[in-house]
């Protein structure tokens, strides 16, 4: 089993990126997939989550209107595209699956091993 994240990078505020997370070893479909970020001395937070059904979507109120996620099932990816980027947006971006069916999810099952994002003033 692999998440395998991408896409980070230094950007500088204002800007856009997008990251992708893409999996294997297990049924992609049927999991829920979320993104996580974990800045210097911070604890982690989600992010945004999408289900294995159509619209199932979650996105954290710090990143609405500015975050989307989406993913291509043909491709085993998710993506998290990331707009109007600001400095406080700066952390270790992880990518999650849980397939347990229960949106959203309360525990994940596979992780990846992060990207990260730096967004400069």
């Known amino acids: 089993v692999q998440l395998v994240e991408s896409g980070g990078g230094e950007v500088q505020a204002g800007g856009s990126l997008r990251l992708s997370c893409a999996a294997s070893?297990?049924?992609?479909?049927?999991?829920?997939i979320a993104w996580f970020r974990q800045a210097p001395e911070k604890e982690r937070e989600g992010v945004a989550c999408?289900?294995?059904?159509?619209?199932?979507?979650n996105v954290a109120d710090s990143v609405k209107g500015r975050f989307t996620i989406s993913r291509d099932n043909a491709k085993n990816t998710v993506y998290l595209q990331m707009n109007s980027l600001k400095p406080t947006d700066t952390a270790v971006y992880y990518c999650?699956?849980?397939?347990?069916?229960?949106?959203?999810?309360?525990?994940?099952?596979?992780w990846g091993q992060g990207t990260q994002v730096t967004v400069s003033s």
């Open positions: 999408i289900g294995t059904g159509e619209g199932n979507t």
């Open positions: 070893g297990f049924t992609f479909e049927d999991y829920a």
């Open positions: 999650a699956a849980n397939g347990d069916g229960h949106f959203p999810p309360d525990e994940y099952d596979y």
